[in-house]
């Protein structure tokens, strides 16, 4: 176990909804990235954070947005849920340019 | 944009066999390259790294070589057992002002008893 965390492991929400999803790092690591994986498909970069400030950002549109904590935990954000956001959300905890280490992930169902 | 893709969507091989899956990147620039394993319902799991400086590099039971020359990165997986059956992902570390890793689609290697 890589010691990153994600709440909650299944969330179910309908189209237009809004949802937060929670990491926490693992202990000494500084920066967490957020990705999306599709069924059968890699996981997808959305945005990093790093001292509690947006680091980077893939080809997301901004109804995804999240947060830094000074604890490095993080949120992601993901407003006016689409039936195309439903995946796998990952969250990946690093002391920055290092090895990211993932947690076990967030499956979202927008039906 | 740059990509990583893997060649082989499922490997099957025989328990006990060796296992090599293989992988293309297209970003000549990057140097540093991970291999994950991902099993059903879990987070990707950290296997191995290289970076652009070495051609191998061995760990338990597995091997990462790079060939920059063709762009190519392979896994090996000796003694393949039943549990190394999973997803494995090539993944290829992009630094442009931040740094994010570009995964393949993935392949599929199962083990058979």
């Known amino acids: 176990e890589t010691g990153v965390t994600q709440s909650p492991t299944h969330l179910i929400k309908t189209r237009g909804q809004q949802v937060t999803l929670r990491c926490s790092s693992q202990?000494?690591?500084?920066?967490v990235s957020w990705y999306q994986q599709a069924l059968g498909q890699g996981p997808q970069f959305i945005f990093q954070y790093y001292r509690e400030e947006e680091n980077g950002r893939g080809n997301f549109p901004p109804r995804f947005s999240g947060l830094q904590f000074p604890n490095y935990s993080s949120e992601l954000n993901v407003n006016a849920l689409e039936l195309d956001d439903s995946a796998l959300y990952l969250c990946a905890s690093s002391r920055y340019q290092e090895t990211q280490y993932f947690g076990p992930g967030t499956r979202l169902l927008v039906l | 944009g740059e990509s990583v893709g893997l060649h082989l969507p499922t490997l099957s091989v025989q328990e006990g066999d060796n296992s090599i899956i293989n992988c293309a990147y297209s970003n000549s620039a990057s140097d540093y390259f991970i291999w994950y394993k991902q099993e059903s319902g879990k987070g990707p799991q950290f296997i191995i790294d290289?970076?652009?400086?070495?051609d191998k590099r061995q760990g338990q039971r597995v091997t990462v070589l790079l060939n920059k020359t063709v762009k190519h990165l392979s896994l090996q997986i000796a003694a393949t057992q039943p549990g190394d059956s999973a997803v494995y992902f090539c993944a290829e570390l992009e630094v442009s002002g931040t740094y994010k890793y570009i995964f393949g689609t993935g392949t599929r290697l199962k083990v058979l008893a």
């Open positions: 290289i970076r652009s400086n070495m």
């Open positions: 202990s000494g690591h500084n920066t």
